[in-house]
């Protein structure tokens, strides 16, 4: 049975260095989507070799960063650091097996091969070890470093899912070093001896590892190893289509956290950078398990639209239901370093978010337009509100206050008693509504005001009015 019809078995394996990366991101996605839609695994590898820049923390932010998106993963988080007895193991194997040899060319002796063929004109010299077919009775009690034994003539195909048929010519491949002379294994053996031993049958990754796919075949083909689907994605770029960048703007997947966008929209619009299933723009995640095939996913570099990012987010706020969209307020809020909602502010915003989310494209929009639910009396009134609040229509409110003291609290009634009110004065709607907004929220723009009425609550508005008029 091929790679391409075992159970789908995906990984995203990513360098605990820095951040998560916006790209890095997209990665995770694209294998959660494609083993998600097959019923296969989504494994999560942290490859943490490189002990001097890879951190815990690092490592926590990646974890996070993937909790937060809803990508979740199926069994324990592999360390390939934790694995270095593992690869080393394979690499004297292949020894065994004669795919591979022992190098003892010191430093200096390759520095001086390279130097000599550039002397002869050649622009990227490939080292041709002495060693390579040396019988082993010569080998010298020294240091030395295994390498594979690369095919010196005829090509290499990677047969590439994304980028098609991709040709290289074995004499531009060096016998590289799998096992270095202080025991440790090297990137390039490490990543397909545990790409092996946890059954990963397709390697979706970025583009700028495509060369890399060359030298990890000869490590599949020296252990005799089934070679995986491949499938490397283009990068993405900034609006300017340069190499995306902090001039850009975000890059980390915990700024856009903080900026306000919910996770949905970011797994919706990450799979549509650089993937596309028909026209469809905005969708599920049902649809996008469903619909994603690494057939849709273009050649070119996808550039960030963040228009579109926030169109996105916008429709996924008002798509959300209000039980949901609480808890990613407050964890946006956390994410933002803003004040936690106390009891009273999480009740009242509650019951007013139906009315707040259609026109909100961010949490901070959002926030902005629920300012009405978290602001304590008295109320602030800016100046243009309180221009409203002349003395005709603080009595209007007066009078207005002491018809609702005993009124039934249901959208009809209080629209029913605003109209009567603003019938006996002579005045629009519009005019009272004004005055009960400024009352209600401090500001000129705010969402309905009944709406925001029933989400107050009789006691907080009437107590609001009573400010208001004093």
């Given at each position: 049975?091929?790679?391409?019809?075992?159970?789908?078995?995906?990984?995203?394996?990513?360098?605990?260095?820095?951040?998560?990366?916006?790209?890095?991101?997209?990665?995770?996605?694209?294998?959660?989507?494609?083993?998600?839609?097959?019923?296969?695994?989504?494994?999560?590898?942290?490859?943490?070799?490189?002990?001097?820049?890879?951190?815990?923390?690092?490592?926590?932010?990646?974890?996070?960063?993937?909790?937060?998106?809803?990508?979740?993963?199926?069994?324990?988080?592999?360390?390939?650091?934790?694995?270095?007895?593992?690869?080393?193991?394979?690499?004297?194997?292949?020894?065994?097996?004669?795919?591979?040899?022992?190098?003892?060319?010191?430093?200096?002796?390759?520095?001086?091969?390279?130097?000599?063929?550039?002397?002869?004109?050649?622009?990227?010299?490939?080292?041709?070890?002495?060693?390579?077919?040396?019988?082993?009775?010569?080998?010298?009690?020294?240091?030395?470093?295994?390498?594979?034994?690369?095919?010196?003539?005829?090509?290499?195909?990677?047969?590439?899912?994304?980028?098609?048929?991709?040709?290289?010519?074995?004499?531009?491949?060096?016998?590289?070093?799998?096992?270095?002379?202080?025991?440790?294994?090297?990137?390039?053996?490490?990543?397909?001896?545990?790409?092996?031993?946890?059954?990963?049958?397709?390697?979706?990754?970025?583009?700028?590892?495509?060369?890399?796919?060359?030298?990890?075949?000869?490590?599949?083909?020296?252990?005799?190893?089934?070679?995986?689907?491949?499938?490397?994605?283009?990068?993405?770029?900034?609006?300017?289509?340069?190499?995306?960048?902090?001039?850009?703007?975000?890059?980390?997947?915990?700024?856009?956290?903080?900026?306000?966008?919910?996770?949905?929209?970011?797994?919706?619009?990450?799979?549509?950078?650089?993937?596309?299933?028909?026209?469809?723009?905005?969708?599920?995640?049902?649809?996008?398990?469903?619909?994603?095939?690494?057939?849709?996913?273009?050649?070119?570099?996808?550039?960030?639209?963040?228009?579109?990012?926030?169109?996105?987010?916008?429709?996924?706020?008002?798509?959300?239901?209000?039980?949901?969209?609480?808890?990613?307020?407050?964890?946006?809020?956390?994410?933002?370093?803003?004040?936690?909602?106390?009891?009273?502010?999480?009740?009242?915003?509650?019951?007013?978010?139906?009315?707040?989310?259609?026109?909100?494209?961010?949490?901070?929009?959002?926030?902005?337009?629920?300012?009405?639910?978290?602001?304590?009396?008295?109320?602030?009134?800016?100046?243009?509100?309180a221009k409203t609040l002349d003395p005709v229509f603080r009595g209007i409110l007066t009078e207005l206050t002491q018809g609702l003291q005993d009124a039934s609290w249901t959208r009809e009634t209080l629209e029913g008693i605003v109209s009567r009110v603003a019938g006996e004065h002579g005045v629009g709607l519009g005019k009272i509504a004004g005055s009960l907004r400024a009352a209600l929220s401090g500001r000129t723009v705010s969402p309905s005001v009944f709406d925001m009425m029933l989400a107050l609550g009789q006691e907080e508005t009437l107590a609001r009015l009573k400010d208001a008029t004093a």
């Open positions: 049975m091929s790679a391409a019809e075992k159970p789908v078995v995906t990984r995203f394996a990513p360098s605990p260095t820095g951040y998560l990366h916006i790209g890095g991101a997209r990665t995770a996605l694209f294998n959660w989507l494609y083993a998600r839609g097959r019923k296969g695994t989504f494994l999560l590898r942290i490859e943490d070799t490189d002990r001097e820049r890879s951190t815990p923390e690092a490592t926590a932010a990646i974890l996070k960063g993937l909790t937060w998106l809803g990508l979740d993963w199926d069994g324990e988080v592999v360390s390939q650091f934790a694995r270095k007895d593992r690869h080393a193991e394979v690499a004297h194997e292949m020894l065994a097996r004669g795919t591979a040899y022992r190098c003892f060319s010191t430093q200096a002796e390759i520095e001086a091969f390279r130097e000599a063929e550039k002397a002869r004109g050649v622009s990227y010299p490939v080292f041709l070890s002495p060693w390579r077919d040396a019988d082993p009775a010569s080998h010298p009690d020294a240091p030395y470093v295994i390498r594979m034994k690369a095919p010196r003539t005829g090509e290499t195909v990677i047969d590439d899912r994304v980028q098609g048929r991709v040709v290289i010519q074995n004499a531009t491949l060096d016998d590289m070093i799998v096992l270095r002379s202080d025991g440790t294994p090297t990137y390039m053996l490490a990543v397909v001896v545990d790409d092996h031993d946890m059954g990963v049958t397709h390697v979706i990754r970025g583009d700028d590892h495509l060369n890399n796919a060359a030298r990890q075949q000869m490590v599949y083909n020296a252990m005799g190893w089934e070679i995986p689907v491949w499938a490397h994605i283009p990068l993405i770029h900034g609006p300017d289509g340069k190499k995306l960048s902090k001039r850009h703007g975000a890059t980390g997947l915990e700024e856009y956290q903080a900026l306000g966008y919910p996770a949905a929209a970011m797994r919706n619009y990450l799979a549509r950078l650089g993937w596309s299933h028909g026209d469809a723009e905005f969708f599920s995640d049902a649809e996008a398990k469903a619909w994603f095939d690494l057939d849709g996913i273009g050649r070119s570099a996808a550039r960030l639209d963040f228009k579109k990012l926030e169109n996105l987010s916008g429709q996924h706020i008002a798509a959300t239901p209000d039980a949901e969209l609480l808890p990613e307020i407050e964890a946006f809020l956390e994410a933002s370093g803003q004040p936690a909602l106390s009891q009273v502010q999480k009740t009242t915003l509650a019951k007013g978010l139906h009315a707040l989310k259609e026109r909100a494209k961010t949490f901070p929009d959002l926030i902005e337009k629920a300012r009405f639910a978290l602001v304590s009396r008295p109320v602030d009134i800016d100046a243009a509100a």
